[in-house]
Nanobody, 124 residues
Framework: VQLQASGGGLVQVGGSLGLSCAAS????????MGWFRQAPGKEREFVAG????????DYADSAKGRFTIWRDNAKNMVYLQMHSLRPEDTAVYYC??????????????????WGQGTQVTVSS
């Protein structure tokens, strides 16, 4: 599967931003999906995950209550809506997919396919 993330940008503290990830090349509903982020000098970390059918989701503690992940299997899309953004949310955000993982929380090593990343910068 090929993934293309978009929607990043510059936003002020407390603002909102929505990310999108378009999938192609394979049956999208066969893949669990996740959003990850990587700040300079840090490892890539899990942000949010969603099951194949979209009925189950999970979030990093830092994202709970502020971020929402959902997917539209008919459109081969997964989304991440972010609210109440903080400077520490600044990172490159990646969407990831895996054909065989179970559950909705993953480490980056458990993801087989990655989008190219989109920069999110939260300014104070």
């Amino acid at each position: 599967v090929q993934l293309q993330a978009s929607g990043g940008g510059l936003v002020q503290v407390g603002g909102s931003l929505g990310l999108s990830c378009a999938a192609s090349g394979s049956t999208f509903s066969n893949y669990v999906m996740g959003w990850f982020r990587q700040a300079p000098g840090k490892e890539r970390e899990f942000v949010a995950g969603i099951s194949r059918g979209g009925g189950s989701t999970d979030y990093a503690d830092s994202a709970k209550g502020r971020f929402t992940i959902w997917r539209d299997n008919a459109k081969n899309m997964v989304y991440l809506q972010m609210h109440s953004l903080r400077p520490e949310d600044t990172a490159v955000y990646y969407c990831g997919a895996d054909r065989f993982q179970r559950g909705t929380r993953f480490s980056s090593s458990e993801i087989s396919y990655w989008g190219q990343g989109t920069q999110v910068t939260v300014s104070s």
